[in-house]
């Protein structure tokens, strides 16, 4: 489902002029994300940019074989901070026969709105848009730094602080302390097993920290579970802020 409303709620987005806005408009239009829903799976060429209004995606590595309950391990999110489809900023289709392909698999993890923009139209307008363009490469750069600290994260960090640190990193891009969520699925996002998930949350859950039952995780203490969490969390808020020179995505 789409339809052309206005992309409110995306930060790269409300950072540009209203005139470089109001010429990227009528390129693109605003579509829901369904969660669940894969937008994209390693090697296909990136047809789109999306810019999440609300909602997100998770996006995950793989290795073929060595997948958990048919998704690859996590070492990004995308949500109203930024896009999916950095890629397309980055030169590598101009000129190009082909567009480049897609490094990772995007699956919705909270359900939202998205602005999405055909990838060969972005690419037009993304020389008229000198603004958007420096944007997006100081978000790729952003983007660098907290996928290399996610890697060493998952070899480093214990599992409960690494939970507390993911539910935290939902809750900001979902915009609310509640969303759907299974064990089953959060296990392949960290890469562990789920009795090691089945754990971790029952560690937070006993402090009063959150509430889970049947798939649906509420945030019930934001202050103790930063405390709980590793500190990639608050380093990757500090990489966005100063890499971006914007607000961060938390609340």
């Given amino acids: 489902m789409s339809t052309r409303k206005k992309p409110d709620g995306n930060h790269l987005l409300a950072a540009l002029p209203a005139a470089r806005l109001a010429q990227l408009q009528p390129l693109g239009e605003v579509i829901s994300l369904q969660l669940g829903h894969h937008l994209f799976e390693v090697g296909e060429p990136t047809a789109q940019a999306l810019f999440p209004l609300s909602g997100f995606a998770s996006l995950l590595a793989q290795l073929q074989g060595h997948t958990e309950g048919g998704h690859g391990v996590e070492v990004g999110m995308a ?3 930024g ?6 900023a980055l030169g590598a289709a ?3 026969p082909a567009l480049p392909p897609q490094a990772l698999q995007g699956i919705v993890q909270g359900q939202g709105m998205a602005f999405a923009i055909e990838a060969q139209a972005f690419l037009r307008v ?6 958007l363009h420096a944007l997006l490469l100081r978000y790729a750069a952003v983007l660098l730094a907290q996928r290399a600290r996610a890697a060493a994260c998952l070899r480093f960090h214990e599992i409960t602080p690494r939970l507390a640190r993911w ?3 939902s809750a900001d891009r979902a915009g609310q302390s509640r969303f759907a969520l299974t064990q089953e699925f959060l296990a392949a996002m960290l890469g562990v097993r789920r009795v ?11 402090q009063g920290w959150i509430r889970y039952h049947r798939g649906d995780m509420q945030l019930c203490d934001r202050p103790a579970l930063r405390a ?3 500190s990639c969390y ?17 609340r």
Avoid: H, K, N, V
């Fill in 126 to 131: 993304l020389p008229q848009q000198p603004e």
């Fill in 167 to 169: 539910l935290l990193m």
């Fill in 94 to 96: 101009r000129g190009a």
């Fill in 83 to 88: 896009m999916l489809g950095i890629q397309l």
């Fill in 79 to 81: 949500g109203r901070e």
């Fill in 234 to 250: 608050r380093a990757d808020l500090r990489s966005y802020a100063l890499g971006m020179g914007m607000a961060t995505a938390e």
């Fill in 228 to 230: 709980a969490a590793c």
């Fill in 196 to 206: 090691g998930i089945t754990q971790a949350a029952t560690a937070l859950q006993a």
